[in-house]
């Protein structure tokens, strides 16, 4: 309709008609007001607008994409990468082969893979030599488990070799307590020569095995690995050993443990077994023969030096001890480590403590 050519009040009357038309129109929904399949707003035909999540997609007419659920909804939980095509190859939809290399980008895939460094396979049944445990090595059963070959991080050793006619859960506590606490002892009784012994932490254990591990005492070579169990459970019933003792001690709050606080830990000499001895918390003035007549006691062989050291004050004497041989020398430290001595000023004894030295005795 041409407007210039009507009068000015038929213009005015036709503006006034385009008007109401534009008004009965139905206006578009707002993107920002959540649309409800109903027709209009509400669920109902020019209803208020309706509060909450925005409908589905599916309500709409769409149809979501396979495998994605609805793109619609906010809610959603987003597909992780490399699952549509782990999927696709669990059912059989993929062709065989290697599978999608969604770790090394977390996509399906894309991308040139990461290198890999070729690693030289074992022979079957055996673990690699490297990280073989000494005990498992020697061809001892790996008492570690499935995997137990490989690093460790328990705090429970497996000690082989041990002569049963002599040993016992004192002795293996007078030499483990060089290297860390000792929390307890369990000699097995399905396996003759075979104890397992709890240390206070994996540091002791790394110690132990350092300087331990192949050490020979009373004519057999001792072997230590770890055990598969993170502690060593109470015995109430244990057995008798072949000396008599029992076969299980626990050693949980003895004072002769000699990391008990760092300031105590830092005072001990980590050294690996050799011939000579240094000998502390003795009785003050102690004479060389009365050191010899403590190993002949104990039933060990007296060193063949002593040598005591001038004390600074009267509360204890130390000194040297030295014998041929490393054997030997072992053997009168497992023997007569943390003996009690007599106090000769009191009731209470002193406990003769031993650690290995690299000093030898100068004449």
């Given amino acids: 309709m041409n407007l210039e050519k009507l009068p000015l009040k038929q213009n005015a009357c036709v503006f006034c008609v385009e008007k109401e038309s534009l008004k009965s129109q139905p206006l578009l929904p707002d993107p920002k007001i959540a649309h409800s399949p109903g027709g209009g707003f509400g669920g109902m035909p020019n209803g208020p607008p309706r509060r909450g999540p925005p409908a589905s997609a599916a309500s709409f007419g769409y149809e979501p994409f396979p495998g994605q659920g609805d793109p619609y909804d906010p809610y959603r939980r987003m597909p992780q990468p490399g699952a549509a095509a782990a999927e696709r190859y669990s059912s059989g939809s993929m062709p065989r082969g290697p599978r999608p290399q969604a770790d090394f980008y977390g996509a399906e895939g894309y991308g040139p893979p990461r290198q890999q460094v070729p690693r030289r396979a074992a022979p079957p049944g055996q673990h690699p030599a490297h990280l073989m445990q000494p005990a498992q090595a020697a061809g001892y059963e790996d008492n570690a488990g499935p995997g137990g070959a490989m690093l460790q991080q ?210």
Avoid at 155 to 164: P, W
């Fill in 154 to 363: 328990g705090c429970v050793l497996m000690v082989y070799g041990l002569n049963s006619e002599k040993f016992n859960c004192q002795k293996l506590f007078n030499l483990f307590t060089l290297y860390g606490n000792v929390v307890r002892v369990k000699f097995l009784k399905s396996k003759e020569g075979v104890a397992m012994i709890q240390l206070g932490d994996n540091a002791s254990c790394e110690r132990a095995i350092k300087n331990i591990n192949g050490c020979f005492v009373f004519g057999q070579k001792l072997l230590l690995g770890y055990s598969k169990q993170a502690f060593i459970q109470d015995v109430p019933n244990p057995v008798d050993l072949s000396d008599g003792t029992v076969s299980f001690m626990d050693y949980m709050g003895n004072r002769n443990n000699r990391f008990t606080t760092p300031e105590a830990a830092a005072k001990n000499r980590i050294q690996p077994p050799s011939k000579v001895l240094y000998f502390f918390n003795c009785p003050p003035g102690l004479k060389e023969e009365d050191l010899s007549q403590v190993f002949v006691d104990c039933g060990a062989r007296p060193p063949m030096k002593i040598k005591v050291f001038p004390s600074k004050t009267e509360r204890s004497s130390t000194g040297l001890l030295e014998w041929d041989n490393k054997n030997d020398c072992v053997e009168a430290l497992v023997i007569a480590n943390h003996t009690p001595i007599p106090n000769p000023n009191g009731k209470n004894p002193y406990i003769m403590k031993f650690c290995f030295s690299d000093s030898p005795i100068k004449d």
